[in-house]
């Protein structure tokens, strides 16, 4: 008979440290999707299913902006360009599956249409950008004279390795 309590206790004290971690895992996992620290809702707007990059800053001033896939596909995000564009190269970037993406950028605008990579098609299904991206920019960045321009910086990463990333490229947050 002390055996059989000793067992259920135990069984019972291993379904206690389960729940009892659950939160933690889960609040560690909604952690992951939460703007970096620094970075505000700002300089973006959705519209019309697209993601339109407007910087705060005047053309020429260099913007950050952290980006975070929030589905379970890898997501296209390609380039929009109007006409007078054709001198410039396309700035277009998959981000992983429930990954972060930097875009170092120095345009006063620039607009994207989202696409989830599905294999069957080359480019994707079209998608909702406001459903499939989170985006914020990094504040009061600076940049040395080495990473001037349109690129991404971070392709795909954790929060805390797109923010190492960043700092091991030489941007510094002022």
């Known amino acids: 008979m002390k055996q059989l309590a000793k067992f259920y206790r135990s069984k019972g004290l291993i379904l206690l440290l389960v729940l009892a971690a659950s939160p933690a895992v889960f609040s560690a996992m909604e952690a992951e999707d939460k703007n970096p620290l620094g970075c505000r809702d700002l300089g ?24 975070f896939n929030q589905t379970s596909k890898p ?16 700035i277009n970037h998959i981000i992983p599956a429930r990954q972060w993406a930097v875009l170092a950028m120095d345009h006063q605008h620039v607009k994207y249409v989202c696409s989830a990579i599905d294999g069957k098609t080359p480019y994707g299904q079209i998608v909702d950008c406001a459903q499939a991206v ?3 920019d990094f504040a009061r960045v600076k940049y040395g004279l080495n990473n001037r321009g349109n690129f991404w910086m971070v ?11 960043v700092t091991y490229y030489g941007v510094i947050a002022r």
């Open 44 to 67: 973006y707007e959705y519209h019309l299913k697209t993601l339109n990059l407007v910087p705060p800053e005047p053309e020429g001033v260099p913007s950050l902006y952290f980006m």
């Open 134 to 136: 989170k985006v914020c």
């Open 155 to 165: 392709s795909g990463n954790s929060k805390n390795g797109a923010l190492r990333e």
């Open 75 to 90: 997501v296209l995000l390609s380039q929009m360009r109007s006409k007078n564009d054709t001198d410039e190269m396309s």
